[in-house]
């Protein structure tokens, strides 16, 4: 089936870095990918969409500067996260439509310190 | 009012029981049902997918669509500890690739061995 690889998996940074996050679409074209946030116990809240060469569709109250997001290919959309700070300590995933429709990446459980 | 309701839970049942997982929505756009398992700290993963009222079943899994009741719920029968995780249901205006989908909050599920 249809596998999106997200990466890394967790990773703490300190306050005021930037954390870049990707997702590969290992085996069909991701022609839309979506960006969510997850927060503990709660449902996942759409960030921003992205199609392949197209700027990013962001979300009402998501800082497009702060989140900066890249669809250069079909098979890869990057998330990087600006300036950090411990309130954007969260749990983000990726998904990807095309091949047999959405799949989801395994998530990045960022912690900044 | 959330355009998606889902009782959070936490739901804990004895192996081998029925669970009966239920959401509720408000946008009679909704064409388009999902149900999602996501363990912890991963991404979601499709159980099943229905755009018509009435039932879907797969092995012990099935999804109902009452639209005239804005009310859709998932039933997981001979339920195992391997069932334990949380699921969210989701809903789409469309089926594009390009479509947003609109999740609820996710019940959390324990099956006790």
């Known amino acids: 089936g249809a596998v999106v690889s997200q990466h890394p998996s967790r990773v703490i940074c300190k306050s005021g870095t930037s954390v870049k996050i990707e997702c590969r679409s290992l085996d069909f074209q991701a022609t839309t990918m979506f960006w969510y946030r997850q927060f503990p116990k709660q449902s996942l809240m759409l960030m921003a969409t992205?199609?392949?060469?197209?700027?990013?569709?962001?979300e009402q109250g998501v800082e497009k500067d702060k989140f900066l997001i890249n669809h250069a290919s079909l098979t890869l959309s990057t998330l990087t996260v600006t300036s950090a700070h411990p309130e954007d300590s969260s749990f983000y995933i990726c998904?990807?439509?095309?091949?047999?429709?959405?799949?989801f990446g395994s998530g990045t459980r960022l912690t900044v310190v | 009012q959330k355009e998606v309701e889902q009782d959070p839970g936490p739901l804990s049942v004895p192996e081998g029981a029925i669970v009966s997982l239920n959401c509720t929505y408000s946008n009679s756009a909704f064409q388009y049902f999902m149900w999602y398992r996501q363990y912890s700290r991963k991404g979601p993963e499709l159980l099943m997918y229905?755009?018509?009222?009435g039932n879907k079943e797969d092995g012990r899994f099935t999804a109902q669509v009452d639209k005239s009741s804005k009310y859709i719920s998932l039933f997981i029968r001979d339920s195992q500890p391997s069932d334990s995780a949380t699921y969210l249901c989701a809903m789409s205006v469309s089926s594009g690739s390009a479509r947003q989908l609109t999740f609820g909050s996710g019940t959390q599920l324990t099956v006790l061995p």
């Open positions: 992205s199609n392949e060469g197209s700027k990013a569709t962001y």
């Open positions: 998904s990807a439509s095309g091949g047999n429709g959405y799949t």
């Open positions: 229905t755009y018509s009222s």
